[in-house]
């Protein structure tokens, strides 16, 4: 018997090592190595007949892509479509990360039944009856789309040749497993050679590959970070698990920006594409609240009205509290320390808790003048008429700072019936005419004079 070949690997970056050590010299994480059993012999992963060898593709640079997108599969899933920069492109390989219990194999699944191509889905996680169950809740009927459950890769491929799917999507791939390798199914040879012998199937076959990838605790995909830099496109599934929307990111994409988002409501009957997420981010109230505001954000591209809520009372106990929620807790102090300089209110004995609805997540500056008028309306118990709205970034001196596509902006506020929306006075707007009032600020104390 051959003797057994083992080698050594970081967990965390997928480095090899001939043998044991405490840490590892790429990413300088300790107790991270360890030993897997590696055996090559000789290589015959996928062999691809030559009668299915349409094209072969090569990554391309964003300005490089051909624009006519014509050779894109369409997913029938717009916003699926849009965060891959305008369908499926043939052998691509696709990796979609989320938390357990996101949606991911929901997502999937529903594509998969609507794709109007040939489709074989291999899940290594469920069995062909509980996906029949799922796709049942989402759409009873599709004539294209097959299930197969198995984790051995040479066995998948043995399918794939007698069905040539036009387009394949595996979950997940920290279940297959592939027989030249001898350590378990998600360890990391594992994960990189199986995903090696489907990159070298996709782009071989133009057929493209959408994998399913587990993350860990700290929101990274699960396995080696290769696994990343070996795919063409990397989507993230996020969003808050007792929320209902779920926001699909492109991470890395080769073939179009990774600006764009899709936005999705996790229903009872599947995921519902969101086509106006700015109308359900608001809440629809008749009275007016103190401590709401409405920022309008852009999220990628796509501006995004959505609502930010302040909660200040005095602190019972010595250390003031300051809790954020969707929102960075540093710039949230940040906006205090400017608060209490530049405008003179006292928040140092406050709690103050930030709360942006919807259970999504913000970096996007803009958002800033809206928290601070949230903050500045609870604390003075006044309410922010429900018609007005905010987009600015605040400065360390407490000026009012531009913020990029404003006019964007601007026209998404009027659309949904603001009358005014509050910007900085550095912005240059090249609006000719519209409906809303925009109101030009410099200063933090101006905001104080409009609001309280
Ligand atoms: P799932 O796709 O299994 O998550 P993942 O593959 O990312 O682990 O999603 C599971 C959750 O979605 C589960 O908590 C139930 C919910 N769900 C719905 O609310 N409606 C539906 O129609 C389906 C199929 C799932
Ligand atoms: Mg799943």
Known sequence: MAKVKTAFFCQNCGTQYSKWQGQCTSCKQWNTIVEEVVQTPEKSDWKSPTSTVKQVSKPLKINEIDSSQDIRLNSLDEEFNRVLGGGIVPGSMILLGGEPGIGKSTLLLQIALTL????LYVSGEESQKQIKMRAERIQPNSDNCYILTETKTQNIFKQIEALEPDIVIVDSIQTLHSDYIESSSGSISQIKECTTELIKFAKETATPVILIGHITKDGNIAGPKILEHMVDTVLQFEGDRNHVFRI?????NRFGSTNELGIYEMQGSGLREVNNPSEILISKKDEELSGNA???TLEGVRPLLIEVQALV???V????????????AKRLNMLLAVLEKRAGFRLGAKDVFLNITG????DDPSIDLAVVASILSSNEDVAIPKDFCFAAEVGLSGEIRPVQRVEQRILEAEKLGFSTIFVSKYNKIALKKSNIKVQLISKIEDLVGFIV
């Open 359 to 362: 259970g999504i997540t913000v």
């Open 248 to 252: 699909l990111r492109a991470h890395k």
């Open 317 to 328: 106990y010595g250390t003031p509290q300051r809790s954020a929620t969707g929102f960075n």
């Open 313 to 315: 009372s005095t602190a």
């Open 294 to 296: 409405i920022a309008a």
């Open 116 to 119: 109007p191509y040939k489709t």
